[in-house]
């Protein structure tokens, strides 16, 4: 019983689930239903004559854009209710039922293809921010009235034994279904991508005013006839609000806009109102200006809204690039920080070593030089006791002179380190005695890790480049290799070679013989912040510093193989002659 017990509870869950699913789904095609009949129905208010061709489907919109929005998941829900709500729509008319069902086929078809070619080219969360997407979709709508019309032509010539040609009936049910997904899909489209990426409430109320006070200016403009607008047309009034909406806002509320200023046309159009209702021009003529006029308030607001968020885009992004470029900036500066302080560890370390000799050495003579002088002042001075003085400071002399000459060398070697770390300054460098320099000044982090560092780098090799970043390079990968490579064991062996890569660049190398990185960590090395050991305090900075340094200001390239127990080699091959900042 008891062994039973999970398996019927995840039974009840997954019957639960798919319960859910049903509904969701027949919910949907319910609302599909309801919406696209509504739509069809004001579209059969005004037919063409003779054949009784709808002029505006905006219908097709409806069920093309929900399931662009959706995907396909929500594609058997929006057939059937797209199906039903053409055949109740057409039976409510004058159309039989075999005709019905024909055009219902027709138009769950458009929809369905429309939809698969925008997911297929532009994938699935499609959104009109681009231009690319605009036209795209403008496309696909173009293909799938095409290809449903042809399937509508054949069913208006076979059961309504219309005269009007095929093509005449091919090319109304083209212009019209077209319209209607041009219209009304990028609106469903769009508050889709809003859901999914909801605007701040700010937005939210300027974009609804402004689609408020477009709504009352395309009113005004449509309903009313005037002098003016017999002149230059709706659609240019409308022009410089569609152009201000579209650059202050989202294109969700452009598209809004769209939808409301060519529910407005198609309306004032069936119905005889205001500026597309003029008696004094043919139905055709009305028709035409309408279909022309929708055509340029949607793609024209399509198209702005979409030029202007890629131009807010673009700007986002110089701006991430920029609060990028100053945390690196900053970045580098702590680490470079964080190196000197080392470096003055360093310098404290490897000094303290002939500093101290020749403290003790002058002491020691200091002493000598006070016995002698008393025995000279008691008078017992004897040739041997002379000469003896005399080879003991001969002795101290070349013992000072060989640990302060040492403390000399490595103070120069540290104060040109310095230097070069603290400052961005280019200059023409020796690259086996600029890394030796280095080595120097992290010999003391070496001893105590109980590791040793080789270097093969001819020494004709001149760089003409930027010895601080260098020298940062090698600082951080002697410190990862420490740190990340030696973990196992007391300490191991790391390696620096460099050899030219013909007449312009030279490859170095860095290897050690440590643990090595696993395959899956290898791909995230370089990226900032990234560490296994940040229990242990590493930050995850040191080799993406390192990955900037040489690819942005060495003007490099970098690469990373590693092996679990066979150590790892990371390989820089950067030029002679540095890039210009």
């Known amino acids: 019983m008891r062994q039973n017990l999970p398996r019927q509870v ?253 529910l407005t046309i198609v309306w004032t159009t069936t119905f005889g109102i205001g500026y597309f209702g003029n008696p004094g021009l043919s139905m055709e003529e009305r028709v035409l200006a309408a279909q022309v006029s929708i055509l ?7 198209v702005l809204a979409a030029l202007f968020a890629e131009i807010r885009d673009k700007r986002r992004l ?13 970045l580098i500066e702590t680490e470079r920080l964080a190196a000197l302080g080392g470096l003055v560890a360093g310098v404290a370390h490897e000094i303290s070593s002939p500093v101290g000799t020749s403290l003790t050495v002058a002491s020691t003579l200091a002493h000598r030089s006070a016995d002698f002088m008393d025995q000279i002042a008691s008078g017992q001075v004897r040739r041997a006791l002379l000469v003896d003085f005399a080879d003991g400071c001969r002795a101290a002399a070349e013992q000072l002179v060989a640990n302060l000459q040492r403390a000399g060398g490595l103070i120069q070697s540290f104060k040109q380190v310095a230097v070069d770390r603290s400052s961005d300054d280019r200059r023409a460098f020796d690259l086996k005695l600029a890394t030796e320099q280095v080595i120097a000044s992290v010999r003391s982090r070496l001893l105590k890790s109980q590791s040793s560092l080789a270097v093969e780098i001819p020494s004709d090799i001149i760089v003409d480049s930027f010895p601080g970043p260098y020298g940062q390079v090698l600082t951080n990968l002697i410190f990862n290799a420490v740190t990340h490579g030696f973990t196992d064991g007391p300490g191991g062996h790391m390696l620096i070679k460099a050899r030219r890569l013909g007449m312009e660049q030279v490859e170095i190398t860095f290897s050690d013989d440590g643990s090595g990185i696993p395959e899956e960590v290898q791909r995230h090395v370089f990226d900032p912040f990234f560490t296994t050991r940040r229990a242990q305090g590493s930050t995850g900075l040191g080799l993406y510093i390192v990955h900037n340094l040489v690819t942005q200001q060495l003007g490099g390239r970098i690469a990373l193989v590693s092996s679990l127990g066979e150590g790892t080699t990371i390989c820089m091959t950067i030029p002679l002659l540095a890039p210009r900042q």
């Open 318 to 330: 110089a701006e991430a690039a920029l609060h990028a470029s100053e945390t690196q900036r900053y």
């Open 10 to 262: 995840q039974h009840e869950l997954t019957a639960g689930i798919d319960l859910t699913r049903w509904v969701g789904s027949i919910g949907l095609a319910v609302a599909v239903g309801i919406v696209y009949f509504v739509a069809a129905r004001l579209s059969l208010a005004l037919l063409t004559k003779p054949e009784g061709v709808a002029v505006f489907w905006p219908a097709a919109g409806v069920s093309a854009g929900v399931l662009i929005a959706l995907g396909s998941r929500a594609r058997w829900p929006v057939v059937v209710g797209t199906m039903t709500a053409t055949i109740v729509a057409n039976l409510s008319g004058d159309r039989n039922l075999w005709s019905a069902v024909l055009f219902g086929l027709c138009n769950a078809g458009e929809a369905v293809l429309t939809a698969w070619l925008v997911g297929r080219y532009f994938g699935s969360n499609l959104s009109l921010s681009k231009l690319r997407n605009v036209l795209g979709l403008a496309a696909a709508a173009i293909i799938g009235a095409a290809v449903s019309g042809i399937g509508g032509a054949i069913a208006f010539k076979l059961f309504h034994s219309t005269t009007t040609p095929m093509l005449t009936t091919w090319q109304q049910w083209f212009a019209s279904d077209g319209l209607g997904i041009i219209t009304v899909a990028p609106l469903l489209i769009e508050l889709a991508s809003a859901s999914r990426d909801r605007p701040p409430l700010s937005e939210l109320v300027e974009g609804a005013l402004a689609v408020a006070a477009l709504a009352l200016v395309s009113g005004l403009a449509i309903f009313l006839r005037s002098e003016l607008l017999a002149t230059v047309g709706p659609v240019a009034v409308l022009f410089a609000p569609l152009l201000w909406l579209a650059a202050r806002c989202r294109p969700v509320f452009a598209a809004a806009a769209a939808f409301i200023v060519s």
């Open 296 to 302: 340029l308030v949607t793609i024209g607001a399509s």
